[in-house]
């Protein structure tokens, strides 16, 4: 069974880091993009960045030069490292491949 597992929520201060792991298990053969999404309450489902198996990336406007996401294809993990956090940042975050998601990890950010 493909299963995605995210890790590192937690919460933190403003201005503060984390840094979420996403590992995959179960999957043959590489996934070639993998996506984090964030949901703060009351809201939509947002893609928040992607990368793919060579490492091209992308960001939403709101977190270009504070998140960077990279993977470890050999661990078949990837990670969301976020910086300078703002309140707004507070949401659950997913990570997705294909049609697979995890169950979320939550992130509070506290001003």
């Known amino acids: 069974q493909e299963t995605l597992v995210e890790s590192g929520g937690g919460l933190v201060q403003a201005g503060g880091s984390l840094r979420l792991s996403c590992v995959a298990s179960?999957?043959?053969?590489?996934?070639?993009?993998v996506g984090w999404f964030r949901q703060a309450p009351g809201g939509d489902r947002e893609l928040v960045a992607t990368?793919?198996?060579?490492?091209?990336?992308y960001y939403r406007d709101s977190v270009k030069g504070r998140f960077t996401v990279s993977r470890d294809n050999a661990k078949n993990t990837v990670y969301l490292q976020m910086n300078s956090l703002k309140p707004e940042d507070t949401a659950v975050y997913y990570c997705?491949?294909?049609?697979?998601w995890g169950q979320g990890t939550q992130v509070t950010v506290s001003s």
């Open positions: 997705n491949a294909g049609k697979l």
């Open positions: 990368i793919t198996w060579i490492g091209a990336t």
């Open positions: 179960g999957r043959t053969g590489r996934t070639d993009l």
